[in-house]
T-cell receptor, first 116, second 112 residues
Framework: GAGVSQSPRYKVAKRGQDVALRCDPI?????LFWYQQALGQGPEFLTY????????KSGLPSDRFFAERPEGSVSTLKIQRTQQEDSAVYLC??????????????FGPGTRLTVT | SQQGEEDPQALSIQEGENATMNCSYK?????LQWYRQNSGRGLVHLIL?????REKHSGRLRVTLDTSKKSSSLLITASRAADTASYFC????????????FGSGTKLNVKP
């Protein structure tokens, strides 16, 4: 079956532009996660959805970052007025079980955002 | 800020040799997982070890966990060129198993 897909794979934005990054999770996966990975670093948690509910957004670095999952499947991460420090790979992951862990997260290939 | 730190940052070995990577973390955990990331690809889950386990095996992988030292190690035996990748440990805290904290990774290069 298909894994987690993300689009676009690469995005170049001029500073100040708004961008929207899309994530298609594995069908039937209840939980969806967004991570930010800077060059040479590990992923850092941004936000988490269970179905359409955003249960944790503590990792979003500023109010310029906004995520939604209106129908409990596809999710969009929006960054307004992009800054150079937003340049990173944005990873999406999904998992099946919303209840008691532990469980595995399945990651997409990521969107590499470069802000010039 | 990241919870974990892998050591070494980079490791270069010959095919057939064993590779050992270490992960240290700062706070209590529920579970610790290891992921692999190939260049240009997403992370792939390798193995999970619970906080009440000390050792786990999966194929050529062996993971140990020492909660008293807040550290874990990943051993890859009989390495192959295809094992070339970055390896990350990820922990989840007792009060929020949805929130993974990743380390900074070990970059492994296996020379054919």
């Amino acid at each position: 079956g298909a894994g987690v897909s993300q689009s676009p794979r690469y995005k170049v934005a001029k500073r100040g532009q708004d961008v929207a990054l899309r994530c298609d999770p594995i069908s039937g996966h209840v939980s969806l996660f967004w991570y930010q990975q800077a060059l040479g670093q590990g992923p850092e948690f941004l936000t988490y959805f269970q179905n359409e509910a955003q249960l944790d957004k503590s990792g979003l670095p500023s109010d310029r970052f906004f995520a939604e999952r209106p129908e409990g499947s596809v999710s969009t991460l929006k960054i307004q007025r992009t800054q150079q420090e937003d340049s990173a790979v944005y990873l999406c992951a999904s998992s099946l079980t919303p209840g008691q862990g532990p469980y595995e997260q399945y990651f997409g290939p990521g969107t590499r955002l470069t802000v010039t | 800020s990241q919870q974990g730190e892998e050591d070494p940052q980079a490791l270069s070995i010959q095919e057939g040799e064993n590779a050992t990577m270490n992960c240290s973390y700062k706070t209590s955990i529920n579970n610790l997982q290891w992921y692999r990331q190939n260049s240009g690809r997403g992370l792939v889950h390798l193995i999970l070890i619970r906080s009440n386990e000390r050792e786990k095996h999966s194929g050529r992988l062996r993971v140990t966990l020492d909660t008293s030292k807040k550290s874990s190690s990943l051993l890859i035996t009989a390495s192959r060129a295809a094992d070339t990748a970055s390896y990350f440990c990820a922990t989840d805290p007792p009060d929020n198993f949805n929130k993974f904290y990743f380390g900074s990774g070990t970059k492994l290069n296996v020379k054919p």
